[in-house]
């Protein structure tokens, strides 16, 4: 069992993802925005943190950049359903910024946990 974060601003996805990681064994915390989840991060650094990319506030992308540099050795999931540009171009620049893997939006739940998991061994 290990502690993750889940950042997403649509609280439907957010608990649905926050379900499935717990069914998988784990604690996870959450948080509807970047700034949230940077707050949380530095009261109990999670293990892997799962970042939507478009978010208020504090976007995922601007997330993984603060993360990497207080915590270079946290594992980050960014995910993605796209917006004003296509989810592919917002993960590809996750992955340049320090996003470990991506997954865009819908994707099988059972990849995530899968990922996560992966993720954990490292």
């Known amino acids: 069992m290990a502690l993750l974060l889940v950042a997403d601003d649509d609280p439907q996805v957010r608990r649905l993802i926050v379900r499935v990681l717990q069914d998988a064994g784990h604690q996870v915390r959450e948080a509807g925005n970047g700034r949230e989840a940077m707050q949380l991060f530095a009261q109990t650094p999670a ?9 208020p506030e504090m976007d995922g992308l601007e997330t993984i950049q603060r993360l990497r540099s207080v915590a ?11 917006g004003r ?14 996003a470990d893997r991506t997954l865009q939006k819908p994707f099988p739940l059972a990849d995530l946990v899968t990922m996560t998991q992966e993720l954990l061994e490292k």
């Not at 270079?72 to 796209?82: E, K, L, Q, Y």
């Not at 540009?85 to 320090?98: C, F, M, N, R, T």
């Open 72 to 82: 270079p050795h946290v594992r980050i999931i960014a995910i993605s359903g796209g």
């Open 47 to 55: 293990a892997v943190v799962v970042l939507d990319m478009l978010m």
């Open 85 to 98: 540009i296509d989810s592919d171009e917002y993960l590809d620049w996750a992955k340049v910024l320090g």
